[in-house]
């Protein structure tokens, strides 16, 4: 039998690939998996409590909340805020920023960003979700309480990455900037084991992954392109959670797009909390991730909390593909 190789021992073993790392990453690292243990325990039983449904309210964004959201990011921040190593948190499930006060001895030096619980809309017809974090280094006086323009970074400044996602299994998968490693819960011992090291995305995959019931409202480029797979006998999978389709790709390959509609002239997905950390761990695993612009997401200026954006996420190829095949048509039609 291999060795086993909690996360604990995985994060500790590779602070070492950062000189003079203080051990803070680390330990907020370590806080997000016993976060992400918590709340898995409850999206398994999810069908078992009274946990289930609307929390008749809604969130930033508009959406209708589910009462596991609540309970995700109640747990996510109670976590972070205990761990004191995280300077505050903005979460896609609140309009404001969350300044924590300093734990006594403890400089916090970084600012987590989180959608925890994307993809709830399927929490109550049993099919996975996730939760998604990016973490970012303090930009200003560490000894001041965070302020919500801290939190305005371009994604190209993110230390670190990652997703949990409840499904079959639930798996923890994370990069800081060295490669993309997954972890898969082993309930029998509580603990993330590493069960998927140096995870690549195969630069083509056999999948495109979108809301087809927008296609009429598409722009023409995207419906061509979208065409384009058909006529390529490639293969339709979408979830309505991405974490679960974006998980599919760093394994299968393919390319997940969500671009912009009547409904949502910028794109639905919200760049700080998806765009970025998702696109942030589909490079680190030789992918490709931009916005309907063709721009890379994660040179996208952050210029408020709750910013949408569109997305192509996938195999590099087949970003590349996408990005011809629109260039070209467009100049075709321009
Ligand atoms: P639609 C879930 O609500 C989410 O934020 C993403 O996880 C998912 O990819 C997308 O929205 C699904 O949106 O409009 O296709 O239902």
């Known amino acids: 039998m291999e060795r086993i190789v909690t996360l604990d021992e995985f994060i500790i073993k590779t602070q070492q690939d950062f000189p003079g790392s203080s051990g803070s990453l680390t330990r907020i690292l370590r806080d997000i998996g016993i976060a992400a243990k918590i709340v898995n325990r409850e999206v398994n039983m999810a069908g078992l ?21 609540i309970f995700a990011n109640e747990v996510m921040i109670d976590c972070l805020k205990n761990g004191g190593e995280c300077a505050g948190v903005a979460s896609e499930e609140l309009e404001n920023v969350i300044a924590f006060d300093p734990v006594e ?10 959608d925890p619980l994307d993809g709830s809309s399927n929490i ?13 280094k303090r930009e200003s006086d560490t000894n001041k309480k965070v302020a919500e323009k801290e939190f305005l970074q371009r994604g190209s400044a993110l230390v670190a990455a990652g997703y949990v996602l409840y ?51 598409f722009d023409l480029e995207m419906r061509r392109y979208i065409d384009h797979c058909s006529d390529l006998n490639l293969r339709l999978r979408y979830i309505g959670s991405m974490v679960s389709d974006i998980h599919r790709i760093m394994f299968q390959g393919g390319i997940f797009l ?12 919200r760049l700080v909390y998806e765009g970025n950390p998702m696109s942030f761990i589909v490079e680190q695993a030789g992918g490709k991730a931009l ?3 063709l721009e890379r997401i994660l040179d996208v200026e952050v210029k408020e909390l709750h910013q949408r954006t569109t997305i192509i996420m996938g195999s590099s190829d ?14 075709i039609n321009s």
């Open 49 to 69: 409590v009274n946990i289930l449904g609307r929390a008749d309210s809604s969130n930033a964004s508009g959406e209708d909340v589910q009462k596991l959201d």
């Open 105 to 114: 001895g403890q400089t916090a030096e970084y600012l987590v960003l989180m």
């Open 124 to 136: 109550d017809v049993n099919v996975s979700v996730g939760t998604i974090f990016g973490i970012y």
């Open 167 to 217: 499904g079959t299994s639930t798996i923890l998968v994370y990069t800081t900037g060295n490669g993309v490693n997954g972890f898969t819960l082993d309930p029998s011992i509580g603990e993330f084991c590493l069960s998927h090291r140096n995870m690549k995305m195969p630069a083509s995959g056999n999948y495109y992954s979108v809301n087809q019931g927008y296609y009429l409202k």
């Open 258 to 269: 969500y671009p912009n509609t009547r409904k949502y002239p910028a794109g639905k997905l």
């Open 291 to 293: 916005n309907t612009k």
């Open 318 to 331: 087949m970003v590349n593909d996408l990005q011809e095949f629109v260039e070209r048509y467009s100049a």
